[in-house]
């Protein structure tokens, strides 16, 4: 069963140019199922930085764009209503 709610590392390990996206979060976990959400939508904000940043999880990064696109679209990805498996992929790639 896919945790819902992600805790994430301190700033310190994300890239420096970063970190002031990750403490926009505090300390509060993220719910990755809520696609669309403000902490979700921050979440895909660091996760874009420390991509670009560390040039990595790029094609993690577009299967989640794609689900993004299509749940905001049509309602649905692959037969569910929320991209929490993608991002789930994404975030473990990333961090």
Not at 7 to 34: E, H, Q, T
């Amino acid at each position: 069963e896919l945790s819902a709610m992600a805790a994430l590392p301190p700033p310190k390990v994300f890239a420096k140019r970063c970190r002031k996206i990750r403490k926009a979060l505090g300390d509060r976990k993220v719910d990755i199922n809520a696609t669309g959400s403000p902490d979700n939508n921050k979440l895909i904000s660091l996760l874009n930085c420390e991509c670009k940043a560390r040039k990595k999880c790029d094609e993690e990064r577009k299967r989640y764009t794609r689900c993004h696109s299509a749940v905001m679209g049509v309602g649905m990805f692959k037969g569910h209503t929320d991209c929490g498996i993608e991002l789930d992929k994404w975030l473990r790639c990333t961090i």
